[in-house]
């Protein structure tokens, strides 16, 4: 098997090579670094199998492939909305490039989306038959519009052309290797944390979401590009279950640092979603998936990653 993976210098996309490594795949991580980074993927230079390309997928590429998976995107908000016409283009013009080479290529596609395609859910928890809340013309939709286009084509490359697609709505996953500026919350209350610095509460922090570790997650994602039910292209829905204020999330990590930490509130970003619980039916059902990893036990995990990454404290 001969596997490509776009965001492969990526947080998840770097774990997601070193998985398929392990499983005897030969690796493509391709690349454009604009939030991932070599140093990710540095352990898996020069081994046997394993082959970086540095490209940007607004811009088609040839290779010959058996599976696709289609992570390239940043995922931050801060990251996502530096340019957002850049980030439309990565997820629109990307996804199609990819999946112009998965159907000459005839491979398996895998696109990574995302709960941002329900917006601020009207429905709780969400279901993949719930279509969403989501502002067109804000500034997230960059990222929600461009994925959800990105899950359109996915779908039609499918009905039209065949191709044999797959989609995955991730939820908000956290773990080793995000990057220390990466600006999504667990990395940055861990980064404030070692630091001695408050932490950036936005908001009154009763907004809530659910977390996946990110070994759990690449579980998901290589058990539904196994599946092979007559229902492979719908969505599925990947996540923690466990719902927690952000508030609340302070509160854990503190627990686990064995101190009460200083937040500093700032305002809540526009259209921040107020409630997020994916329901994990599905994914249960069709791959019999399920979260092994706690989210204290995740979050001790990446504290000490983060300890290593850049001793802090
Ligand atoms: P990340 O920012 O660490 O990884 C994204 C990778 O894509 C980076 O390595 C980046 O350099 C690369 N990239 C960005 N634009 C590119 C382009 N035009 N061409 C080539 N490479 C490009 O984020 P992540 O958390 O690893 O997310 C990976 C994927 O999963 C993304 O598609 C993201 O939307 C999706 N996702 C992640 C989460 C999460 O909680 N981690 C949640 C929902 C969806
Ligand atoms: N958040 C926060 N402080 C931070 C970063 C994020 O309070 O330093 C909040 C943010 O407003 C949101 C939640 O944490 O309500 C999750 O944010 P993140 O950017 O990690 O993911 P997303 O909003 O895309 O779910």
């Known amino acids: 098997m001969r596997t490509l993976v776009t965001g492969g210098a990526g947080f998840l996309g770097s774990h997601l090579c070193d998985r398929l490594l392990a499983a005897g795949h030969e690796v493509i991580a391709l690349d454009n670094?604009?939030?991932?980074?070599?140093?990710?993927?540095?352990?898996?230079?020069g081994r046997t199998g394993f082959e970086f390309i540095l490209h940007d997928v607004v811009n088609p590429i040839r290779l010959e492939v058996d599976w696709v998976f289609n992570l390239a995107c940043p995922a931050s908000p801060i990251h996502y909305q530096s340019n957002p016409v850049k980030?439309?283009?990565?997820?629109?013009?990307?996804?199609?490039?990819?999946?112009?080479?998965?159907?000459?290529?005839?491979?398996?596609?895998?696109?990574?989306?995302?709960?941002?395609?329900?917006?601020?859910?009207?429905?709780?928890?969400?279901?993949?038959?719930?279509?969403?809340n989501v502002n067109p013309i804000g500034i997230r939709s960059c990222y929600d519009e461009g994925k959800r286009v990105a899950e359109t084509l996915m779908m039609d490359y499918h009905r039209q052309n065949r191709v044999d697609t797959r989609i995955i709505?991730?939820?908000?996953?956290?773990?080793?290797?995000?990057?220390?500026?990466?600006?999504?919350?667990?990395?940055?209350?861990?980064?404030?944390?070692?630091?001695?610095?408050?932490?950036?509460?936005?908001?009154?922090?009763?907004?809530?979401?659910?977390?996946?570790?990110?070994?759990?997650?690449?579980?998901?994602?290589?058990?539904?590009m196994n599946y092979e039910g007559p229902d492979a292209a719908e969505p599925v829905n990947v996540g923690g279950e466990d719902e927690r204020s952000i508030s609340a999330i302070v509160e854990c990590l503190g627990e686990i640092l064995g101190r009460k930490l200083p937040v500093e509130h700032l305002p809540l970003p526009h259209d921040d979603p107020t409630r997020r619980r994916p329901d994990c039916t599905r994914a249960r059902q069709r791959l019999n998936w399920r979260p092994s990893v706690s989210l204290p036990d995740g979050l001790r995990k990446t504290v000490e990653y983060f300890r290593k990454a850049e001793p802090m404290e």
């Open 87 to 132: 980030t439309v283009k990565t997820s629109v013009m990307g996804t199609l490039n990819m999946l112009g080479m998965a159907k000459r290529a005839k491979a398996r596609i895998l696109q990574a989306s995302t709960s941002e395609v329900y917006g601020d859910p009207l429905e709780h928890p969400q279901k993949e038959t719930y279509w969403g």
């Open 33 to 45: 670094l604009f939030t991932g980074s070599k140093s990710n993927i540095a352990h898996l230079s």
């Open 169 to 224: 709505r991730i939820f908000n996953t956290y773990g080793p290797r995000m990057a220390v500026g990466d600006g999504r919350v667990i990395s940055n209350f861990i980064v404030q944390a070692l630091r001695g610095e408050k932490l950036t509460l936005y908001g009154d922090g009763s907004q809530t979401r659910c977390f996946c570790y990110v070994d759990d997650m690449i579980d998901a994602m290589i058990a539904l």
